[in-house]
């Protein structure tokens, strides 16, 4: 029995079939108005295929510029709305919290008003907090026991130590206040003058500094100026309730005020001709104390009787503005 011969289907010895450079492949060869239709198939579908991938890249984009869902309600809005403004008030409110272990003992010795105390059970194994406490409780003031992590979400994270408290109001008082205060109190008052420094930190150093060299108050503007912040009272470690403070609208106003009651107004500047160590005066004093990067104000020093600067021997051109308070009344109370 004859096998048959093998067909050749290879199409390289076929003149049936030729080699397609579209496809890559052999195929049959056609007419022209076959390739025609072929060419226009594909361009038709290239096209489509064009406009899906725009409509696959316009989606992309407004799925990515779409921050939000699609479906949230408005309720679900307004509510994020109202957290936020909540969470803003809160810390807006946070000027009056004391925080920390010497401050808060401080504030509760001198008898400021409290609000609201919050403690961890930490704090009762201490006697001398213990009778504070119960004396407290008895006259009414709300005191909270709450967990150590409740306390850190109260004060945003700060370093409480494990008790913290809520002012009923700020201690402070008015600049004739202080003025009284002081000349009765004091041959030759030291007063300071805060001027653009809004480091809560910096407040807080010069605060503790003034009170431990035995200044008579501090004089803060209630513009550029950092407040009586929970931050200031806990880096002051209990300073604050032993000196008096006194906000005042316009520092010029308040300088000018206290050169009609007798005060000398000194300012330390960088650029002073006299040296602080040469500063011999006698008499009721006031010094203002600038930031580091800008230092006192042109107005503040047409103001000054006497720009006095701390003499530096080192590379060093500048001081920190705590620093530099502590410096000078170091000077100005050892004449």
């Known amino acids: ?69 699609k479906f949230k309600s408005n309720s679900e809005f307004s509510n ?9 008030t809160n810390k807006r409110n946070f000027d009056d919290w004391i925080w920390g272990k010497h401050s808060v003992y401080e504030a509760l010795s001198s008898d400021r008003s409290i609000n609201r105390i919050w403690c961890t059970s930490e704090i009762f194994s201490s006697d001398k907090f213990y009778i504070l406490l119960k004396d407290l409780k008895s006259k009414g003031v709300l005191i909270e026991e709450v967990s150590w992590n409740r306390l ?28 009284d205060f002081s000349k ?32 008579k108050g501090i004089i803060i503007p209630q513009r550029r100026s950092a407040g009586l912040t929970g931050t200031v009272a806990k880096v002051a470690a209990g300073a604050l309730e032993h000196l008096q403070v006194s906000r005042v609208v316009n520092l010029n106003r308040a300088l000018e005020e206290l050169k009609k009651n007798g005060f000398l107004v000194v300012g330390l ?27 006192i104000s042109l107005l503040s020093q047409k103001k000054c009787d006497f720009l006095l600067r701390i003499p530096l021997k080192g590379k060093t051109s500048s001081l920190n503005a705590s620093v530099a308070a502590a410096i000078s009344l170091f000077h100005l109370t050892s004449r």
């Open 152 to 179: 850190s979400q109260l004060t945003y994270g700060a370093s409480h130590q494990g008790v913290a408290l809520q002012l009923a109001c700020s201690k402070t008082i008015s600049l004739e206040q202080l003025i």
């Open 1 to 69: 029995m004859k096998k048959s011969p093998k067909k050749n289907i290879s199409g390289k010895n076929n003149k049936n079939y030729k080699k397609n450079s579209d496809y890559g492949n052999y195929s049959k060869s056609i007419n022209r108005t076959e390739k025609n239709d072929r060419f226009l198939n594909n361009s038709a579908k290239n096209k489509n295929a064009e406009n899906f991938n725009k409509k696959e890249t316009n989606n992309t984009f407004s799925s990515l510029n779409r921050l939000k869902p």
């Open 80 to 88: 994020n709305k109202h957290n936020t403004y909540q969470e803003f």
């Open 269 to 295: 500047s960088g650029d002073g001709q006299l040296s602080i160590s040469n500063f011999l005066e006698k008499s009721p004093l006031v010094v203002i104390v600038g930031s580091e990067d800008r230092g």
């Open 184 to 215: 009765h109190n004091c041959a030759n008052p030291i007063l300071l003058a805060l001027d653009g420094i809004t480091d809560p930190h910096n407040v807080g150093a010069i605060i503790r500094s003034a009170e431990a060299f035995g200044c």
